[in-house]
C-alpha cells in the first residue's frame, strides 16, 4: 500500500523505479475505477500495468477484513465495472480475487483481456496460489484461505530434514567421512610432530 495511491504522478514515478531499478517488466496494483486514471497514466508510458479487483487485500481495513466481494448483486456489478473501467485504462490483464466463482465467470466473458482468478473458480483465464500455500510451506495450525489447496508438504519435509540432521550430529553419524577434506599422510605426520612441539592453551 502506498506505492501508487497518492496520485497518478507519484504511481508513474513508482512504475517507473520498479522498471528501472527492479528491472521488471510490468506492475500491478490493486484497484477498480478509482484507479483507472492513475493506469492510464502509467500504461501510456509505456509500462504493463496487471490490474487487480474483487478482494484487494491492501485494503483489507477499508473492506473489513478479508472479505469475498461480489456476493450480492450489486457488489457483483461493482466488481464487473471495476474490471471494466481497469481493462478500458489499460490493463493487459487483472487479477480477480475472492469473488464468487460464477461471478467470475460472467466478468471474465465481459473482459477482452484475460483474468488470473485466486478464489475465482475455474472460469477465469488463469488461476495463481502463493507458493508458500500450494506447496504446504507453513508450520501446522496456521489458517488457509478456503481457496487454497495444499500439494505438498514441503515443511514438514523441511522439518524431518531438520530433525534428521540433528540426531545424526548428536549421534556423530554426521559429518562422515565423504563429508571432509583429506591430507596426506606425510604431511600429516610432520604436521603431529610440530603439533606435538607446541605449547598447548592454558597450560603451565
Ligand atoms: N500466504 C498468503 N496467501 C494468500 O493467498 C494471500 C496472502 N498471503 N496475503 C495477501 C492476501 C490475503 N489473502 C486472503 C486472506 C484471507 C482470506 C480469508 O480469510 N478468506 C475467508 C473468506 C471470508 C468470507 O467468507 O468473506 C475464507 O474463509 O477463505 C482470503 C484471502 C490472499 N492473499
Ligand atoms: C496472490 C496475489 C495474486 C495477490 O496479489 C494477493 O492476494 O495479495
Not at 32 to 45: H, L, V, W, Y
Not at 46 to 70: D, E, S
Not at 93 to 112: D, G, Q
Request: charged fraction near 20%.
Amino acid at each position: 500500500m502506498g506505492s501508487y495511491e497518492v496520485s497518478p504522478e507519484q504511481a508513474l514515478q513508482t512504475a517507473i523505479r520498479f522498471i528501472k531499478e527492479g528491472r521488471v517488466q510490468s506492475v500491478k496494483l490493486e484497484g477498480g475505477k478509482e484507479m483507472a486514471p492513475t493506469i492510464r497514466k502509467i500504461t501510456q508510458a509505456g509500462i504493463p500495468v496487471l490490474g487487480h479487483v474483487g478482494l484487494t487485500p491492501q485494503r483489507q481495513n477499508a473492506l473489513g477484513g478479508f472479505r469475498v466481494q461480489g456476493k450480492t448483486s450489486a457488489g457483483a456489478l461493482k466488481v464487473l465495472e471495476d474490471a471494466l473501467a481497469i481493462q478500458e485504462a489499460g490493463c493487459f490483464a487483472m487479477v480477480l480475487e475472492a469473488v464468487p466463482a460464477e461471478v467470475a465467470s460472467i466478468v471474465t466473458e465481459k473482459l477482452s483481456i484475460p483474468t488470473i482468478g485466486i478464489g475465482a473458480g475455474s472460469g477465469c483465464s488463469g488461476q495463481v496460489l502463493v507458493q508458500v500455500d500450494m506447496s504446504g510451506n507453513f508450520p501446522p495450525g496456521r489458517f488457509l484461505p478456503k481457496f487454497v489447496k495444499k500439494y505438498g508438504d514441503v515443511w514438514g519435509e523441511a522439518l524431518r530434514a531438520i530433525e534428521t540432521y540433528r540426531d545424526e550430529v548428536k549421534s556423530r553419524q554426521y559429518p562422515a567421512l565423504e563429508h571432509t577434506y583429506p591430507i596426506s599422510g606425510e604431511e600429516l605426520k610432520a604436521f603431529e610432530e610440530a603439533a606435538a612441539g607446541v605449547k598447548a592453551k592454558g597450560t603451565s
